[in-house]
Nanobody, 121 residues
Framework: QVQLVESGGGLVQPGGSLRLSCAASGSIFSINAMGWYRQSPGKQRELVAFMPRTGNTNYAESVKGRFTISRDNAKNTVYLQMNSLKPEDTAVYYC???????????????WGQGTQVTVSS
């Protein structure tokens, strides 16, 4: 079974920083794109950032210049460095990845369980 596990969420003051991690584990043959989404109660889940295995990083306009996505393919891990956090960044952050499982031929999409980020004074 393939699993994505997020960590690093928590409480932070406005202007502060957090670094989220998401590690993929299980019977993994290959991982293509990895990314982060977020969702607040009563709101649509929105893309925050994503990164193909090769290629350019992509960011929501609201986080450009503040958040940085990176990945360590050897560790099957994607990170989200979140700087200059604002109260409106408060949400559950979800990891997402396209993964080929061992013994499978095609990519499937996986979600992590989510990690809470709260930005408040």
């Amino acid at each position: 079974q393939v699993q994505l596990v997020e960590s690093g969420g928590g409480l932070v003051q406005p202007g502060g920083s957090l670094r989220l991690s998401c590690a993929a584990s299980g019977s993994i043959f290959s991982i293509n794109a990895m990314g982060w989404y977020r969702q607040s109660p009563g709101k649509q889940r929105e893309l925050v950032a994503f990164m193909p295995r090769t290629g350019n990083t992509n960011y929501a306009e609201s986080v450009k210049g503040r958040f940085t996505i990176s990945r360590d393919n050897a560790k099957n891990t994607v990170y989200l460095q979140m700087n200059s956090l604002k109260p409106e960044d408060t949400a559950v952050y979800y990891c997402n990845a396209d993964i080929i499982q061992t013994s499978a031929r095609y990519y499937a999409n996986y979600w992590g369980q989510g990690t809470q980020v709260t930005v408040s004074s």
